[in-house]
């Protein structure tokens, strides 16, 4: 059972960029697909980015590409989401997820692993 603990949050202003961190502990990530989802005040959670275990691959949704760039570093057994000129909307607690199998192409994720989540806030 993998744990993930995301990190980096916090109250920015339009335009500002933060990076969030997650780190994984119980076994390594480094097999395995992970992505960041986010859930604002009255929405559903929703897909932001994903990353294939060595990189290699990467997927964002739409509403962040260009802006949001995901990463890892396997021995560290981290993932990274680089965000960049940051708007209101944005706002939302942000979640890591790892993939419930080792290998697996990026558009057959299943995330079933999550962490508790780190609060991003961007005023206007």
């Known amino acids: 059972q993998v744990q993930l603990v995301e990190s980096g949050g916090g109250l920015v202003q339009a335009g500002d960029s933060l990076r969030l961190s997650c780190a994984a502990s119980?076994?390594?990530?480094?097999?395995?697909?992970m992505g960041w989802f986010r859930q604002a005040p009255g929405k559903e959670r929703e897909f932001v980015a994903a990353?294939?275990?060595?990189?290699?691959?990467?997927n964002y949704a739409d509403s962040v590409k260009g802006r949001f760039t995901i990463s890892r570093d396997n021995a560290k057994n981290m993932v990274y989401l680089q965000m960049n000129t940051l708007k209101p909307e944005d706002t939302a607690i942000y979640y890591c997820?790892?993939?419930?199998?080792?290998?697996?192409?990026?558009?057959?994720?299943?995330?079933?692993?999550w962490g508790q989540g780190t609060q991003v806030t961007v005023s206007s």
């Open positions: 997820a790892a993939d419930r199998l080792q290998y697996r192409p990026l558009s057959n994720a299943d995330f079933r692993s």
């Open positions: 119980g076994r390594t990530v480094s097999t395995f697909t």
């Open positions: 990353i294939n275990y060595n990189g290699g691959r990467t």
